[in-house]
């Protein structure tokens, strides 16, 4: 199957600092990502839509300028955590997807983050 | 939207057993995966199968499409398939462009 990275994959951080996470396709190209967070014992929340040389679609509820996302090319998307607060604690997972007819889902080994 | 419904929410076997995950989606779908998370947090992809059967190995899954659900089957169990099983959905068209996913099954497979 197709290869996604995600860096890093903890990350421990102080309050108000902002932290970059990195979701890599490492063998194919993907003209869309996705962006899921993960709350302890929960299904995944698809956070946002990260299209490659647009703007991101962000899903209700989730603040477009704390959690920037950047698809500056058709093999990473950025999701950058803007001034931290101990709530943005979470794990957060990419996703990409080979378009086509039949799409499947690939996903980035998620990436834990801590704010202190 | 979309609503995805994974039964049992919680399944504690021992191992060699086997077992069938269900999930049942309320509206036609484009794609379903299952997915394994370990403990780790990785999702593996266990299957695309949105409509007939496939299987590898011990893992074999079953979509019926009219009927919106999907059966994941799980043969002779190991300790290692232990985890959180994830059923996903996929709906195309308009702007439901996104994976919808079920609470999930967590499995114990108990030595």
């Known amino acids: 199957g197709a290869v996604v990275s995600q860096h890093p994959s903890r990350v421990i951080c102080k309050s108000g600092t902002s932290v970059k996470i990195e979701c890599r396709s490492l063998d194919f190209q993907a003209t869309t990502m996705f962006w899921y967070r993960q709350f302890p014992k929960q299904s995944l929340m698809l956070m946002a839509t990260s299209n490659e040389g647009s703007k991101a679609t962000y899903e209700q509820g989730v603040e477009k300028d704390k959690f920037l996302i950047n698809h500056a090319s058709l093999t990473l998307s950025t999701l950058t955590v803007t001034s931290a607060h101990p709530e943005d604690s979470s794990f957060y997972i990419c996703?990409?997807?080979?378009?086509?007819?039949?799409?499947?889902?690939?996903f980035g080994q998620g990436t834990r983050l801590t704010v202190v | 939207g979309i609503q995805v419904e994974q039964s049992p929410p919680d399944l504690i076997l021992q191992e060699g057993a086997n077992s069938t995950l269900r999930c049942n989606f309320s509206d036609s779908v484009n794609n379903l995966q299952w997915f394994h998370q370990n403990p780790w947090g990785q999702l593996i992809n266990l299957f695309y199968i949105p409509s007939g059967t496939k299987q590898n190995g011990r893992l074999s899954a079953t979509t019926v499409a009219t009927e919106r659900y999907s059966l994941l089957y799980i043969s002779s169990s190991q300790t290692t398939d232990s985890g959180v099983y994830f059923c996903a959905v996929f709906l195309s068209g308009g702007s439901n462009y996104k994976l919808t996913f079920g609470k999930g099954t967590l499995l114990t497979v108990n030595p």
């Open positions: 996703s990409a997807e080979i378009q086509g007819m039949n799409t499947e889902a690939f």
